[in-house]
T-cell receptor, first 114, second 110 residues
Framework: NAGVMQNPRHLVRRRGQEARLRCSPMKGHSHVYWYRQLPEEGLKFMVYLQKENIIDESGMPKERFSAEFPKEGPSILRIQQVVRGDSAAYFC????????????FGEGSWLTVV | DAKTTQPNSMESNEEEPVHLPCNHS???????IHWYRQLPSQGPEYVIHGLTSNVNNRMASLAIAEDRKSSTLILHRATLRDAAVYYCSYRSGGYQKVTFGTGTKLQVIP
């Protein structure tokens, strides 16, 4: 059973470009979570999605950031007009519906803005 | 958001037990306590979780205080591969999201 798959693992973007990070949850999981980790810092919650619905986006920056989890296909975290401060590791996690318990993380996508 | 308090860092000698404490004084009765760990340049890895009773699995043991306001992750014999940042967390208010504190950086000394 494949784990949470994230791609790309590493992404370099110039300031002002767009970054798209993809996350395929574990098989059977319908809940997806995105976290950001700045260098030498902890994990910060960004957004929690179920299929076709954003449940909690309290950790998302108000501008330039968006997330979706369509009925078919992976979840996408989109960062428009990237700035150097967006350089971070972005982790996706997933869980089954109504689990109430464990979430499982992917290996992360490392974004570098130059 | 769920609030947890952990020491910033701890050290342990290899092959010795390690007790990693966590305070979660605002936890409610139905919130599960979760522990994750993160090795350098990797995603967080699930370690263990529990509600009220102490829990054991192949990785660790979890001891939960009777009032549930604190818990302790126990690694029975620390190895060099256990060097990581350990996060204690819980879900509050029935939400699915897991909120992480700053974690404890565990160093294992050969």
């Amino acid at each position: 059973n494949a784990g949470v798959m994230q791609n790309p693992r590493h992404l370099v973007r110039r300031r002002g470009q767009e970054a798209r990070l993809r996350c395929s949850p574990m098989k059977g999981h319908s809940h997806v979570y995105w976290y950001r980790q700045l260098p030498e810092e902890g994990l910060k919650f960004m957004v929690y999605l179920q299929k076709e619905n954003i449940i909690d986006e309290s950790g998302m920056p108000k501008e330039r950031f968006s997330a979706e989890f369509p009925k078919e296909g992976p979840s996408i975290l989109r960062i428009q007009q990237v700035v150097r401060g967006d350089s971070a590791a972005y982790f996706c996690a997933s869980s089954p519906a109504n689990s109430g318990n464990t979430i499982y993380f992917g290996e992360g996508s490392w974004l570098t803005v130059v | 958001d769920a609030k947890t308090t952990q020491p910033n860092s701890m050290e342990s000698n290899e092959e010795e037990p390690v007790h990693l404490p966590c305070n979660h004084s605002t936890i409610s009765g139905t919130d599960y306590i979760h522990w994750y760990r993160q090795l350098p340049s990797q995603g967080p890895e699930y370690v263990i979780h529990g509600l009220t009773s102490n829990v054991n699995n192949r990785m660790a043991s979890l001891a939960i205080a009777e009032d549930r306001k604190s818990s302790t992750l126990i690694l029975h014999r620390a190895t060099l591969r256990d060097a990581a940042v350990y996060y204690c967390s819980y879900r509050s208010g029935g939400y699915q999201k897991v909120t992480f504190g700053t974690g404890t950086k565990l160093q294992v000394i050969p």
